[in-house]
């Protein structure tokens, strides 16, 4: 069973930095797409950034430059860092992860297809 553990939420001023990090459990194979994703107040979930077991990132628009997803090499521990950030990034975010391929798409697709979720990180920017 694959357990995911979101944490580093927090609330942070306009211009500031977080660092999200997610603990995996269990395998969820050689083959995989670990990303993040969030729920903005009012707005539906959204891919943030993902990552595949080959090291391709993928990342909304809305973050790229800002935001860097990575995870270690044993792949125990995904990272997002987030830079710059703005009131528009305050949301609730998610870890979550696929057997298999296919970050580009789950990303744009809002996370729709991933298997295993965390249960969430809190994230707070004041203007």
């Known amino acids: 069973q694959v357990q995911l553990l979101e944490s580093g939420g927090g609330s942070v001023q306009a211009g500031g930095s977080l660092t999200l990090s997610c603990a995996k459990s269990?395998?969820?194979?050689?083959?995989?797409?670990v990303g993040w994703f969030r729920r903005r107040p009012g707005l539906e979930r959204e891919g943030v950034a993902t990552i595949d077991s080959d090291g391709s990132r993928t990342y909304a628009d809305s973050v790229k430059g800002r935001f860097v997803v990575s995870q270690d090499s044993d792949k125990k521990m995904l990272t997002l860092q987030m830079d710059s950030l703005k009131p528009e990034d305050t949301g609730e975010y998610y870890c979550?992860?696929?057997?298999?391929?296919?970050?580009?798409?789950?990303?744009?697709?809002?996370?729709?297809?991933?298997?295993?979720w965390g249960k969430g990180t809190q994230v707070t920017v004041s203007s």
């Open positions: 269990g395998d969820i194979g050689s083959r995989h797409c």
């Open positions: 979550a992860a696929k057997m298999g391929r296919g970050c580009f798409l789950l990303l744009h697709r809002g996370g729709a297809g991933m298997e295993y």
